[in-house]
């Protein structure tokens, strides 16, 4: 069964940093492209980036320049490192794999920037 958990979360005044993580389990995770969203409260879920198998990444507008993906295929580990945090960052962040079809995400980690 895949899962995935989400850890690093937490309150940060606006101008500094966090680091998320993903650990994923139950499915061969170098053979997937993972993805970071996050949903603020009253909105949509935004996509914030993806990476592919072999490491290419995308970003969302919002975050390109700040926010890096990286993987350790040897740890099933994807992680997002954010800089320079905005308030309007502040969001529930989830990492996300389709599996044979099938989509999982994580519990998600709340990310809390304060003005």
């Known amino acids: 069964q895949v899962q995935l958990v989400e850890s690093g979360g937490g309150v940060v005044q606006a101008g500094g940093s966090l680091r998320l993580s993903c650990a994923a389990s139950g499915m061969i995770f170098s053979t997937n492209m993972m993805t970071w969203y996050r949903q603020a409260p009253g909105k949509q879920r935004e996509l914030v980036g993806i990476?592919?198998?072999?490491?290419?990444?995308n970003y969302a507008n919002s975050v390109k320049g700040r926010f890096t993906i990286s993987r350790d295929n040897a740890k099933n580990t994807v992680s997002l490192q954010m800089n320079g945090l905005k308030p309007e960052d502040t969001a529930v962040y989830y990492c996300?794999?389709?599996?044979?079809?099938?989509?999982?995400r994580g519990q998600g980690t709340q990310v809390t920037v304060s003005s």
């Open positions: 996300s794999a389709r599996y044979f079809g099938r989509d999982y």
């Open positions: 990476i592919t198998t072999s490491g290419s990444t």
